[in-house]
């Protein structure tokens, strides 16, 4: 699931502060970093270059390839090593990749031959190769700039770091993105077929609840009525009056009940004039500008509306705020939403919310949903879709 | 008539109290869901004040599924001379057949539809109380529908389907006339070729002519 | 979503109406000359050209960027040499289409995460789909070396051979020899010039041309196995896209189930009720003037609550039933059959309950199955079953109708095989023309 959460601060560990004519606890981090390259680094070519030579080299005999499989554990394990140091020095979060896939054919060939087709060992294999000539240049600059650079050398430091950063990032991360991509659409695509399914069941009772029980009260006063209009015309004067009551409550509800299925003023013209009539109704005066060429396909447009009308419940329920506003527009393949109030604040993601709710039904179409909430206000709500054109 | 109502909708309780209030039945007790339900009836068999017909909804709280029907087949067992009348917004065979399992005597099974025709809901009540029967004619009709006896009801006039529909609604044979507009001796007529024709004993009294009926269905 | 590759399926219709015309040919002696064998050929004539290029693409790039690997600069040109392959796969693959009917399907895009260059970058270096693409760029080129040589030998010897007759007269004209030389070592020389050398060699050049479509087919065999090997979408890329359509569709489903209930509420139940608010309103007024119009209207009004009442009800059940959520699949089913104009008898048999998702869509495809009976089949009979197969619910619809049932598209049939597709479910349609039909529907097994 994608949905980012980020409440008040944001990724603090990720992104250091700018570099500034200071030594700070971020630029020691990385001084340290930059020079202990140069030991692990030349381990690891050492590692590697041994691993692969006796490897390849006792291929031919059967011996060689358990061996290349051994050192692409041990890759692994080098890996684990390299993205703890990164995550140490220079605050960089890469995830950790899957462990090794369990052999899809049993018996001692079948894990060897998963061994040795693991694409993380080969890609750590791969980084601890062409790190060695970087890691002397990193070790010397940083060296000699202590010496002689000390003025200009945070920023010196912070670019050689950025490098680095760059390089764990691509041969370090995960790459079972697919595996992880098919896991997450599996799960999207039971969240929807589940919510679908429980939005069924909730519109049934909704009807059983209000609108039927409402007609059933109305059909037995008319029944009565009927009756006693010849008899007691006076009584029965008061019980059409009455059942004229309970028709238009009966509408009403129905009305209410329709709305909150899907309302016919999106289908007829679009989110415009659906959120105009959705603020319409909130208790704080909201402000809505919606800016997009065309309109986006009908389940796309029917998430925003109700992502729109629940934000906008947030906001009249809990929020405090003397005025809100909503804005959608489109930008490139995304349709975004933003809806901010003045209140005050302090709206969480957190399991269980009506948030959390929307951030999973955000997450199941690939949206996006970023609550920007410090305590004292104000609140920014934003949620992304995808754009989808009208079929 | 002493009546007790159960159902969670305050609006539908209070209709339905009014309407018999009106017809001079006596509510005892208006109660919200089945556990309640169970308890008041419970208390007043205690006090030797057990009413002679409960009414009550299908679907009430806690879980709002089928509390009314669940709670009706466990009186029906603790009280055998209690008439219990179920209401729904919908009906189905399945539920019928739960409650008619074991005797039809003093059940009913409606469409909350079926309070609009005043009338007709009270002479069920009634009729329930008496320990009848009255089933709803959809119930009836699905009833018939799933039978598998259908190569001889197939052997049946329209005119006998409908009587045998009526019969098994749990009306007498002159209310079937009333609502045929025909003499009671042709219902009779009707009546003696459907059991010919279903290979049923005759048997005398509404009651054992309607459980031969829903049996002979639901085998 | 299991779609079969169907190979030769771009011009398989074409190959129908040219073989109409032939019919009178044997397959054997109408291969040399079908345009077929000729697109085939071609392929192979083509191959090596392009091979030539994406094979010096393919190494100049790969030697490259792995010498330059050690100073970190190897990174983007390897991308460069990635994306190059992609892009001559494209071709490749089109190329395969166009002359061998291979139906090879193209991978999704590349998914960067992020933008920028280093992301496109680390998303080219990271997709087996492009490594593949690069791999056939060196490996189809020794292949296509030998394919080349191969096919165009065997046709050029064919076709010369079996002309030889024709052209037999240029040797004692022109080169003081009586024909083609067969064998000579100063001392003894034959020549295929008497009319019986010239007949065998005919003979001989045609048994070879007969031969060549054959040949050039097993060659351009392995050509498809490489393309669809290599240049075809990975099966977990295959499986992302199935899975992104499938999301799609559940979700556009969920929206217009939505959207179909408002306005069946709208035209059914809303409506009623204002022309009965409207009703009420005038009787009210008419109660003291007039009260016999008075009681018509209230009459009226009371046949409309009643009517709304039954809609309602209706739209409810077909919302959600009720009596599913409380009973399950049985007693529901039970309860749909019931109601079907054909006698229906219905046999679950199922150890537990699955997940309400689960059992709403199998609800609603047997309701669908058992209308299309009503309708169209005029059965006699019909029987559901529900069952329980490992980890996957079975449902069978069969009926004793006139059969001639098909899930082509805009059927029926077809929107309830595409809902069930979208949730890894199965439908099968069994329906020979003249009956019985047996649609059967497989859906997966989750617990409640």
């Not at chain 2, 009913?108 to 539809?113: A, H, R, V």
């Not at chain 3, 490749?92 to 009917?101: D, M, P, Q, V």
């Not at chain 3, 024709?166 to 030389?181: E, K, S």
């Not at chain 3, 003979?203 to 490489?226: E, K, N, Q, S």
């Amino acid at each position: 699931m994608t949905a980012r959460i980020i409440t008040s601060e944001p990724e603090a560990v990720d992104r250091p502060p700018a570099p500034r004519f200071a030594f700070d606890r971020h630029t020691w981090k990385e001084i340290v970093y930059l020079l202990t390259n140069l030991p692990v680094t030349l381990l690891g070519f050492v590692y590697v270059v041994t691993t692969l030579s006796i490897g390849v080299g006792l291929a031919v005999t059967v011996i060689g390839l358990p061996v290349l499989a051994a050192g692409l554990l041990g890759a692994r394990l080098l890996g684990r090593a390299e993205r703890a140091r990164a995550r140490g020095l220079l605050g960089l979060r890469v995830e950790e990749p899957s462990p090794l896939p369990r052999a899809s054919v049993d018996g001692w060939f079948g894990r060897l031959w998963s061994g040795l087709k693991d694409p993380v060992g080969w890609r750590t294999m791969l980084y601890s190769f062409i790190r060695l000539p970087w890691g002397v240049l990193t070790f010397t600059v940083t060296l000699v700039g202590l010496f002689v650079l000390w003025p200009v050398l945070p920023f010196v430091v912070r670019g050689l770091a950025n490098a680095d950063r760059a390089m764990a990032r691509a041969l370090l991360s995960p790459s079972d993105e697919l595996e992880r991509r098919i896991a997450e659409l599996e799960s999207d695509r039971g969240v929807v077929v589940d919510t679908a399914a429980a939005d069924l069941r909730r519109i049934e009772r909704d009807l059983h609840d209000g609108a039927q029980a409402r007609l059933v009260n109305l059909a037995m006063g008319l029944g009565l009525a009927k009756e006693k209009l010849l008899e007691d015309p006076d009584a029965a004067a008061v019980m059409v009056d009455e059942a004229h009551g309970e028709v238009k409550l009966a509408l009403q509800e129905l009305r209410d009940l329709a709305r909150g299925i899907h309302p016919a003023v999106l289908t007829d013209r679009g989110l415009d004039a659906a959120l105009s009539s959705v603020a319409t109704r909130c208790t704080v005066p909201v402000k809505v500008t919606a800016d997009l060429p065309e309109r986006p396909a009908e389940a796309i447009e029917g998430i925003a509306y109700f992502t729109v009308s629940e934000l906008l419940q947030n906001v009249s329920k809990h929020s405090g705020a003397r005025s809100a506003s909503v804005d959608v527009w489109r930008s490139a393949d995304r349709l975004l939403i933003q809806v901010r109030d003045d209140g005050r604040g302090g709206a969480s993601l957190d399991k269980g919310t009506g948030m959390s709710g929307l951030a999973d039904r955000l997450g199941a179409v690939d949206g996006l949903f970023v609550v920007d909430s410090p305590a004292g206000g104000p609140t920014t709500v934003t949620a992304e879709l995808p754009w989808r054109d009208r079929a | 008539m002493r009546v007790v109502i159960a159902e969670d909708s305050v609006l539908l309780r209070e209709g339905l109290t009014r309407l018999l209030t009106d017809r001079g039945h006596d509510v005892v007790a208006g109660v919200g869901d089945g556990d309640a339900l169970v308890k008041t009836i419970t208390d007043l068999a205690a006090q030797g004040e057990l009413p002679d017909v409960v009414v009550a909804d299908v679907r009430m709280p806690p879980t709002h599924t089928d509390e009314g029907v669940r709670a009706a087949v466990l009186l029906r067992k603790q009280h055998p001379g209690l008439g219990v009348l179920v209401l729904s917004q919908y009906v189905e065979e399945q539920y019928a057949t739960e409650l008619l399992a074991g005797s039809s005597r003093g059940v009913g099974y409606l469409l909350k539809d079926r309070v609009a025709e005043v009338r007709e809901f009270v002479d069920a009540v009634v009729r329930v109380a008496q320990g009848g029967t009255a089933l709803d004619p959809e119930v009836v009709a699905q009833l018939l529908g799933r039978s598998r006896k259908q190569d001889v009801l197939a052997g049946l006039t329209p005119r006998e389907r409908e009587v045998l529909g009526l019969m098994a609604e749990g009306r007498t044979n002159s209310a079937v006339a009333r609502q045929l507009v025909v003499s009671d001796g042709a219902v009779e007529k009707h009546v003696s070729n459907i059991f010919l024709k279903l290979g049923l004993s005759p048997s005398d009294g509404d009651h054992r002519r309607v459980l031969a009926v829903l049996t002979y269905l639901n085998s | 979503m299991t779609t079969p590759t169907q190979h030769g399926q771009g011009y398989g219709y074409r190959d129908a109406v040219a073989g109409e015309r032939r019919r009178r040919l044997p397959a054997g002696l109408r291969a040399p000359v079908e345009a077929r064998t000729f697109r085939e050929f071609g392929y192979l004539l083509l191959s090596l050209p392009l091979s030539i290029m994406t094979f010096v693409y393919a190494v100049t790039m790969v030697s490259l960027g792995a010498g330059l690997l050690i100073t970190f600069l190897g990174i983007p040109v390897l991308a460069a040499a990635l994306a190059g392959a992609r892009g001559f796969a494209a071709m490749e693959r089109s190329r395969a289409r166009a002359l061998l009917g291979l139906d090879v399907g193209s991978p999704g895009p590349l998914r960067a995460r992020g933008h920028g260059p280093m992301a496109w970058t680390v998303a080219l270096l990271k997709s087996g789909e492009s490594w593949r693409n690069l791999l056939y760029g060196i490996l189809h080129f020794p292949w296509a070396v030998f394919a080349f040589n191969v096919a165009l030998v065997f046709w050029t010897v064919g076709w010369t051979l079996l002309t030889y007759p024709l052209w037999q007269w240029v040797f004692p004209m022109y080169t003081g020899q009586g024909g083609i030389q067969l064998y000579g070592d100063g001392a003894h020389d034959i020549y295929l010039d008497n009319p019986f050398e010239i007949t065998v060699t005919a003979v001989v050049g045609l048994l070879i041309t007969m031969a060549a479509p054959w040949v050039i087919r097993a060659l351009t065999w392995v050509d498809r196995l490489l393309v669809s090997g290599l240049l075809g979408p990975s099966r977990l890329g295959a499986r992302v896209v199935e899975l992104e359509s499938d999301r799609g569709v559940v979700v556009d489903t969920a929206a217009a189930d939505l959207r179909r209930i408002e306005r069946d509420l709208h035209d059914g139940a809303q409506a009623r009720l204002v022309s009965l608010a409207m009703d009420l309103g005038v009787a009210k007024e008419k109660l003291a003037e007039d009260p016999r119009e008075a009681a018509r209207m209230v009459d009226e009004a009371h046949g409309e609550v009643k009517t709304a009442l039954q809609e309602l009800r209706d739209l409810a059940r077909g919302i959600h039933p009720a009596v599913l959520t409380d009973r399950g699949l049985d007693a529901a089913l039970s309860s749909v059959a019931s109601r079907c104009t054909v006698p229906v008898q219905v046999d679950v048999d199922l150890p537990a309950r699955p997940a309400p998702a689960i059992e709403g869509i199998a609800y609603f495809t047997v309701c669908e199955l058992l209308q299309n009976v009503s309708k169209h089949s005029r059965a006699t009979r019909a029987t559901v079953d529900v069952w329980r197969v490992e980890n996957r619910l079975m449902l069978q619809v069969a009926d004793n109708g006139v059969g001639g049932a098909d899930a082509a598209a805009g059927s029926g049939l077809a929107g309830l095989a595409g809902r069930l597709d979208a949730v890894d479910g199965i439908l099968l349609v069994d329906s020979p023309s003249a009956g019985p039909t047996r649609v059967t529907a497989e859906l997966p097994w989750r617990r409640a």
